[in-house]
């Protein structure tokens, strides 16, 4: 069965998610929406960075004699020769996240760096989420720390203080020792990414979901990942993302948090079936 894609931008802006499909290959980008001043740098969109990663990765996947961790190793490397002699690279470029998996005649392997989320269904109805938290649990301390020097000091905390020292705690781990990985011009950070492979006939079901369309059960507590399966492995990607959104209108939770209060949510789907005799 081919994918099923349900891409929604962040309201008012440009999508910055990308996905590329090639047989038994998708592969999802969630371009990281940085301000300008972070990817001062290089000269590239971020669009431009999520559409030509997932399309090297997806080219990369076409080679079954390439395990799925070098693949993504050799993607990074050429979107960074990409970049050209007009960019400096450390100075700050364009970064994202990656949910991919590659279908075979008898194993499913699967990759996930930075918090997109590949969601397994097996055959009994089990469903099993596999994404990286390290970004959350090695920003929070540093952001705590930061919220306690401001109280020590007599200072109040504004969301836009509280944003602002997301971003700094963000920058300050980000494809470090001890920090987080996510995909950037560093090939090594495919040692960092987690990968698992699985028996075909022991997958149902598959999605690949950026962040922005796993809110509803990580952030804003109106779905279970099971319906999040459920719903994008029939079809209705569409329902999962307009709940998320009326939500998000509903709510200042997240922006109080300092987080956006929308961003853009990309789920595809794939049903798992048996090979033909």
């Known amino acids: 069965m081919r994918p099923t894609v349900t891409s929604v931008a962040q309201p008012g802006h440009a999508n910055e998610d990308a996905v590329a499909l090639g047989p038994g ?8 929406g940085l301000p300008a001043r972070l990817r001062s740098g290089c000269t590239h969109t971020v669009r431009w960075y999520a559409r030509t990663l997932a399309d090297a990765y997806r080219d990369a996947l076409g080679r079954a004699d390439v395990d799925i961790r070098t693949a993504f190793a050799r993607a990074l490397s050429l979107v960074a020769a990409s970049h050209g002699p007009g960019c400096d690279l450390d100075r700050g470029s364009p970064s994202g996240t990656v949910a991919a998996w590659r279908i075979g005649a008898e194993q499913v392997e699967y990759l996930v760096l930075g918090d997109a989320s590949v969601i397994l269904s097996d055959p009994a109805g089990g469903v099993s989420e596999v994404t990286d938290d390290r970004l959350a649990t090695v920003t929070a301390p540093i952001i705590a720390s930061h919220l306690r020097d401001r109280a020590a000091r007599g200072l109040t905390t504004t969301p836009d203080d509280l944003r602002e020292a997301r971003r700094a705690a963000v920058e300050l781990t980000r494809n470090t020792s001890g920090g987080f990985w996510c995909c950037h011009h560093d090939p090594a950070a495919a040692d960092h990414a987690i990968v698992g492979t699985l028996c075909r006939t022991d997958v149902a079901s598959l999605v690949a979901a950026s962040d922005g369309a796993t809110r509803g059960y990580q952030l804003l507590g109106i779905h279970t990942v099971q319906d999040v399966a459920r719903l994008a492995a029939n ?7 307009a709940e998320i959104r009326a939500e998000e209108e509903r709510t200042d939770r997240l922006t109080d948090q300092g987080m956006k209060k929308d961003d853009d949510a990309t789920l595809v789907a794939a049903v798992v079936t048996a090979l033909s005799s």
């Open 25 to 32: 290959v998708v592969v999802l980008i969630d371009g990281a």
């Open 235 to 241: 079809g209705d990607g569409d329902e999962v993302i």
